[in-house]
């Protein structure tokens, strides 16, 4: 999925899935269109070892200490997945980024699956440095809520974010 060129995006950074799941009952209150919205999270920090989840139609089912959190997104957000990412590790991901990260799972070469996040976080114009910082936070453990859209849609955004405690806000132009 390639955004437009007029398109913005925003990255919202929470310490835990309770304040990401918070931003996006926020956001979801406040009318913005629910599938320009994507979160991404790490939740393996488990001594279970049956991990995963399936779909069926439009339901999800997950197993795993956030499985309630994951399953009561699957109806909010559009389209989810489960990626084994090197160095990053195994990530849930929701919203049109899950379609971005299978564009630039395609485009890798063998091996080269590292750097398919930073490859999927910068085809919709996000800087390097930020795209770094990102990789960072997920892998520590922490959450990502993504939202893209025209300018006026990230103002909406931002001004809905600001609120719900974010540890980073940051906004980014294509």
Avoid: C
């Amino acid at each position: 999925m390639t955004p437009i060129a007029q398109e913005h995006s925003i990255v919202a950074i929470y310490e835990s899935h309770i304040g990401a799941e918070a931003a996006l009952k926020e956001l979801q209150k406040a009318g913005f269109d629910m599938k320009r919205l994507s979160i991404i999270g790490k939740d393996f920090h488990t001594e279970e070892h049956a991990l995963g989840f399936y779909t069926s139609g439009d339901r999800m089912k997950f197993w795993g200490v956030r499985g309630a959190f994951w399953g009561s997104l699957w109806g909010v957000l559009f389209g989810g997945a489960f990626f084994f990412i090197p160095v990053i590790g195994p990530l849930v991901v929701m919203g049109p980024l899950v379609g971005w990260i299978v564009g630039a799972l395609e485009g890798a070469a063998v091996g080269a699956t590292a750097g398919v996040l930073a490859a999927a976080f910068g085809s919709i114009g996000i800087p390097n440095d930020s795209i770094v910082k990102y990789e960072l936070d997920v892998k520590a453990g922490k959450f990502l809520v993504l939202a893209h859209g025209t300018p006026e849609m990230i103002a909406q955004a931002h001004a809905v974010l600001g609120t719900t405690g974010a540890s980073l806000l940051a906004a980014h132009t294509t």
